[in-house]
């Protein structure tokens, strides 16, 4: 018998899109020899649907529009009752649900607390860990607190708060909402007039924003995956012309590049894999995880953050630094399932 594997894609966050990408990729590769996809969208606004229309629907987000395809439901937390619910009346067991979520609402520990609530193995970190990458400045003190280098920051929770961290961080300096993705709302501040707008722009994606003193050196990153014995992949190095990897270099790499090795030392990438390893285990991680790290001019590693449901194309960064470690995206999907199951 295959098993039911609900795929969450969608979600009330500024990277619906991005998730509808790396949905429809994940349902595309999932063994189908093994498991049966039960896809849920989740639109916008919050509505839950179980879709069972194509899957390059998803990609160019004309699933909603497929109404004959789309039945309302909603995952069961009740535990004597537990599966999809559809609104016709049908209720889907459910082996292991996968959330394919990005942001807000979906990344941050809102789903996994309803799907570890209703008994369900979940792909991916739990509600804490999920909770706590989220949040920029609480994972950083996490992480100093088990002893790992960070940039110097501060959180605020008013613009003036955020100008005045500004003045003891020092400039030039990056502004980010706490809680955020994709880079939403990412300033690097230079110059005193620009910190107006750069404070503005980040509360407008949350209620805290955290100042982080900009780091000069490059920008790594680590993909982990486990949760007792752990597999990392190769590491990537971000390539940037500008100050900001954000939304539209992340998905069009017009000026950006990716290295897939990094173009750093063995014994370097050695550190990296290890750092991120032991961050990925101090912030409670599970199943799988993108650790991001800065590598200084003198040799030293700081940590970034931690994105718990990383992009999910098969040409994003945490399936190529899978494959590059010898585990190409099908087996990985499977791999995944394996673990939570």
Not at 67 to 82: E, H
Not at 256 to 273: K, L, M, V, Y
């Amino acid at each position: 018998m295959k098993e039911n594997i609900a795929v969450l894609f969608g979600g009330r966050s500024d990277e619906y899109g991005v998730s509808l990408q790396s949905a429809s990729a994940v349902l595309a590769h999932m063994p189908k020899s093994r498991f049966n996809a039960l896809p849920v969208g989740i639109t916008r606004e919050g509505e839950w649907f179980f879709y069972t229309g194509g899957i390059e629907k998803i990609a160019r987000d004309e699933w909603r529009a497929d109404g004959q395809n789309c039945t309302p439901c909603l995952l069961s937390p009740d535990r004597a009752r537990p599966g999809l619910m559809l609104a016709d009346g049908r209720r889907l067991a459910v082996r292991a649900a996968f959330p394919v979520l990005h942001g807000k609402n979906g990344e941050d520990g809102t789903v996994q607390g309803l799907i570890e609530l209703s008994g369900t193995p979940l792909v991916g970190c739990g509600t804490l860990a999920s909770a706590l990458c989220m949040d920029k400045f609480r994972a950083h003190a996490i992480a100093r607190e088990a002893g790992f280098a960070t940039p110097r920051d501060a959180r605020a929770a008013s613009p003036s708060e955020a100008r005045e961290a500004l003045k003891r961080i020092g400039l030039p300096a990056f502004v980010k909402p706490v809680r955020g993705g994709s880079s939403f709302g990412v300033t690097c501040v230079r110059s005193e007039s620009e910190i107006g707008e750069a404070v503005a722009r980040a509360f407008e994606h949350d209620a805290e924003v955290i100042v982080e003193a900009r780091v000069e050196g490059r920008e790594l990153g680590c993909a982990v995956m486990g949760e007792k014995e752990l597999f990392a992949g190769a590491v990537d190095e971000i390539e940037l012309k500008g100050d900001v990897f954000d939304f539209h270099e992340k998905y069009t790499l017009q000026t950006a590049r990716i290295h897939c090795p990094a173009r750093i030392p063995d014994e370097t990438a050695g550190r990296a894999r290890e750092m991120a390893k032991g961050l990925y285990r101090a912030l409670g991680c599970r199943g799988f995880a993108r650790v991001d790290l800065f590598l200084t001019s003198d040799g030293r590693l700081l940590f970034n953050e931690v994105n718990t449901i990383p992009g999910f194309t098969a040409h994003s960064r945490f399936p190529q630094m899978m494959h590059a470690a010898g585990l190409p995206f099908g087996e990985l999907i499977e791999r995944l399932i394996e673990q939570a199951l």
